[in-house]
């Protein structure tokens, strides 16, 4: 079997991995122990994200001719994959915090909705909160006038009965 054959497979993997990912994302996990790298990939397992060590000429290959063909000049070095289908802050959130414990992961440049981010702004989409905390916030905003005037109203009418009780009865 030629080389070239074998090597198929896993640039379809990359392939079908990215096809329909919201956020595709390179990181450098030089300097990381076995355990470490551990620890790192059941977070991002838990959060649905694809995490995965593959070679380089690989990651080339797969994306060749797809939104994220600007990654591959980042391509040298010790370079995972991680991507996410469902969430487009997760894999760099829970990288950056990661990187925070860790300073020897790096993230180096992502994918997100089919626009290319650099390592800055991989690094500011780090900080955008999750879908899940955003429609939190979202709908806090959304109840904290109805409740304020719940509130105001409630004390008007306990202010209203008051005065009733005070006041003498009239014959």
């Known amino acids: 079997m030629a080389k070239v054959e074998l090597k198929q497979p896993i640039v379809e993997e990359i392939s079908n991995v990215i096809k329909d990912a919201e956020c595709v994302l390179i990181a450098n996990y030089s300097g990381l122990t076995v355990e470490q790298d551990t620890i790192m990939r059941k977070e991002l397992r838990e959060a ?99 409740a304020n005037f719940a509130r105001v109203i409630k004390q008007i009418a306990e202010k209203d009965s008051e005065g009733a009780a005070e006041a003498p009865a009239e014959a």
Do not use: W
């Open 48 to 146: 649905g994200v694809h995490y995965k060590v593959y070679k380089n000429t690989m990651m080339k290959r797969a994306f060749a001719g797809t939104p994220c063909e600007e990654l591959c000049k980042h391509l040298d070095g010790t370079n995972a994959l991680a991507v996410s289908a469902t969430d487009a802050t997760a894999p760099a959130r829970i990288l950056a915090e990661f990187a925070k414990k860790y300073p020897k992961l790096e993230l180096v440049a992502s994918v997100v909705e089919g626009n290319y981010n650099d390592t800055a702004a991989t690094q500011a989409l780090s900080e955008i909160p999750s879908r899940e905390v955003l429609l939190g916030r979202l709908l806090g905003s959304m109840q904290s006038p109805i």
